[in-house]
């Protein structure tokens, strides 16, 4: 019989640990014997001071008190907020460090998904390590003075930090999501919680900032009705706004939008450019959050399946068609497919806007659109592009690929674990990786954008 395994520590203990490596997400990883302990704000090699905040039979996690020797990467972090938010963990390394973990955990990733065959991973495409995120949520609660305060969420937790500054965030979309807080504040309405004011009304703002210069701010509210807002819009149009809209959003604390969403002043879309072509965005529509990474992704995936005149392209998760407009434009037809019709609805305008008319756009799962390509009811795809959720390709999808047999696939992917998996099960679909290039959309974080390419086996 298998004896319960001992647990060597217990919350509340205060530890020196030395760091061995750095998981996939925040945390670095020390250990009590082979028991391992996850402490975010560590770096591999260092020896560190951890008080143990939580301890189970599988592992303990700790946080960070002092380091007593540090590593060689170690840098400032240059964000006053840094291990109290969330959005960033990786700020204490140098930049060089972070391009050079994340190629290792991609190579792994791939080594252990294809074995031997798995390609050579090169370090990641990356921008500025600051500034990149032209998308800024800040969620709003009150404050003791009664006052709205601007928030991120803690780091694993739905508890909300107050910020002053985001150095990842594009200054300009910082700056109007700092202006639209102050403005909302002076209507006197309360900030929404769930459990100390389940009548408040104000929940968010998102500010979403183009290369193009427009701007769309967001609020987010219990109900898609603000009384008093119209009274803030001019002075959120002097901020930077192009756009300004109101979501209805009476879900739980982890929804940030409802199915409701108002414009209440300016264009419904704003306008971004990205290698010659330009994007239509609706404000509560997902696009990309850096704009100079989504141009990398274009790249690799347009370079990879090179579309030509005799060549019929799909387009899965297609979004606001980021992808499907410049492959439809050396493509002989392409068809985007996405399961949110607001996005279907920007990519329609986008077409319109660059004059692109041999694409079509539907919506719904992906794997019913494939097997009506089988039925001809779509044209049978010869290059196929797909940026699926982070959950990444259903079963059925990688089926219909397998009877579709296009020439080649790019596959965007948002997560190291899904993606694994899914190269996996589309080598016993008959499809080989022959490259897969990483690209750094979040500096300062763990996370990693990486474009597959794929090719039919011979």
Same mark, same amino acid.
């Given at each position: 019989?298998t004896r319960p395994r001992t647990v060597p520590v217990a919350r509340g203990d205060h530890l020196t640990l030395d760091v061995d490596a750095l998981g996939d997400g925040p945390d670095g990883l020390g250990r009590v014997g082979d028991y391992v302990v996850f402490v975010p704000?560590?770096?591999?090699?260092?020896?560190?001071?951890?008080?143990? @905040?939580?301890?189970? !039979?599988?592992?303990?996690?700790? =946080?960070?008190?002092?380091? !007593?020797?540090?590593?060689?990467?170690?840098?400032?972090?240059?964000?006053?907020?840094?291990?109290?938010?969330?959005?960033?963990?990786?700020?204490?390394?140098? #930049?060089?460090?972070?391009?050079?973990?994340?190629?290792?955990?991609?190579?792994?990733?791939?080594?252990?998904?294809?074995?031997?065959?798995?390609?050579?991973?090169?370090?990641?495409?990356?921008? =500025?390590?600051?500034g990149q995120r032209h998308k800024v949520a800040l969620h709003l609660r009150t404050g003791d003075d009664g006052g709205l305060q601007a928030c991120f969420h803690r780091l694993r937790s739905p508890e909300l930090v107050p910020v002053h500054e985001c150095p990842t965030s594009?200054?300009?979309?910082? !700056? &109007?999501?700092?202006?639209?807080?102050?403005?909302?504040?002076?209507?006197?309405?309360?900030?929404?919680?769930?459990? /100390?004011?389940?009548?408040?009304?104000?929940?968010?703002?998102?500010?979403?900032? %183009? @290369? %193009?210069? $427009?701007? $769309?701010?967001?609020?987010?509210?219990?109900?898609?009705?603000?009384?008093?807002?119209?009274?803030?819009?001019?002075?959120?149009?002097?901020?930077?706004? %192009? %756009?300004?809209?109101?979501?209805?959003?009476?879900?739980?604390?982890?929804?940030?939008?409802?199915?409701? @969403? !108002?414009?209440?002043?300016?264009?419904?879309?704003?306008?971004?450019?990205?290698?010659?072509?330009? #994007?239509?965005? +609706?404000?509560?529509? /997902? /696009? $990309?959050? +850096?704009?100079?990474?989504?141009?990398?992704?274009?790249?690799?995936?347009?370079?990879?399946?090179?579309? @030509?005149? +005799?060549?019929?392209?799909?387009?899965? #998760?297609?979004?606001?068609?980021?992808?499907?407009?410049?492959?439809?434009?050396?493509a002989r037809s392409a068809f985007g497919v996405e399961l949110g019709r607001r996005a279907i609805q920007d990519a329609e305008a986008g077409a319109r806007a660059n004059g692109i008319q041999n694409v079509r756009w539907r919506s719904g799962h992906v794997e019913s659109w494939?097997?009506?390509?089988?039925?001809?009811?779509?044209?049978?795809?010869?290059?196929?592009?797909?940026?699926?959720?982070?959950?990444?390709?259903?079963?059925?999808?990688?089926?219909?690929?397998?009877?579709?047999?296009?020439?080649? &696939?790019? #596959?965007?992917?948002?997560?190291?674990?899904?993606?694994?998996?899914? &190269?996996?099960?589309?080598?016993?679909?008959?499809?080989?990786?022959?490259?897969?290039?990483?690209?750094?959309?979040?500096?300062?974080?763990?996370?990693?954008?990486?474009?597959?390419?794929?090719?039919? +086996?011979?």
């Amino acid at each position: 019989m298998t004896r319960p395994r001992t647990v060597p520590v217990a919350r509340g203990d205060h530890l020196t640990l030395d760091v061995d490596a750095l998981g996939d997400g925040p945390d670095g990883l020390g250990r009590v014997g082979d028991y391992v302990v996850f402490v975010p704000g560590v770096l591999p090699g260092e020896r560190a001071e951890v008080r143990v @905040t939580s301890a189970n !039979r599988k592992f303990a996690r700790g =946080e960070l008190l002092a380091v !007593r020797r540090a590593a060689p990467e170690r840098v400032p972090a240059r964000c006053a907020h840094f291990l109290a938010c969330g959005g960033c963990h990786r700020q204490h390394q140098a #930049y060089p460090a972070q391009l050079a973990d994340r190629q290792q955990r991609l190579q792994r990733a791939l080594g252990h998904a294809l074995g031997d065959g798995a390609p050579r991973v090169p370090v990641p495409i990356a921008g =500025e390590p600051f500034g990149q995120r032209h998308k800024v949520a800040l969620h709003l609660r009150t404050g003791d003075d009664g006052g709205l305060q601007a928030c991120f969420h803690r780091l694993r937790s739905p508890e909300l930090v107050p910020v002053h500054e985001c150095p990842t965030s594009q200054p300009a979309a910082w !700056r &109007l999501a700092q202006q639209a807080v102050r403005l909302l504040a002076t209507l006197g309405h309360g900030a929404w919680d769930p459990d /100390f004011a389940p009548d408040g009304l104000l929940r968010s703002v998102l500010v979403r900032t %183009t @290369t %193009t210069g $427009q701007a $769309q701010v967001l609020v987010v509210a219990r109900r898609a009705d603000v009384p008093g807002l119209e009274r803030v819009l001019g002075a959120l149009h002097d901020a930077g706004a %192009t %756009t300004i809209a109101v979501n209805g959003n009476a879900g739980e604390f982890s929804q940030l939008l409802g199915r409701e @969403t !108002r414009i209440l002043s300016g264009p419904p879309r704003i306008e971004e450019q990205l290698r010659g072509l330009t #994007y239509l965005l +609706s404000p509560d529509a /997902f /696009f $990309q959050t +850096s704009p100079r990474a989504a141009e990398h992704l274009v790249r690799l995936v347009t370079e990879w399946l090179a579309p @030509t005149r +005799s060549d019929d392209v799909a387009d899965l #998760y297609c979004g606001g068609g980021l992808l499907t407009l410049p492959l439809a434009h050396t493509a002989r037809s392409a068809f985007g497919v996405e399961l949110g019709r607001r996005a279907i609805q920007d990519a329609e305008a986008g077409a319109r806007a660059n004059g692109i008319q041999n694409v079509r756009w539907r919506s719904g799962h992906v794997e019913s659109w494939l097997a009506a390509c089988r039925r001809g009811e779509l044209p049978r795809p010869h290059l196929v592009a797909m940026d699926p959720p982070r959950a990444g390709l259903a079963p059925a999808v990688i089926d219909e690929l397998a009877a579709l047999q296009p020439r080649r &696939l790019a #596959y965007v992917s948002c997560d190291l674990s899904s993606l694994g998996r899914d &190269l996996r099960a589309l080598q016993a679909a008959g499809f080989a990786t022959r490259a897969v290039h990483p690209v750094d959309m979040f500096p300062q974080t763990a996370h990693l954008e990486a474009v597959a390419c794929l090719e039919r +086996s011979a």
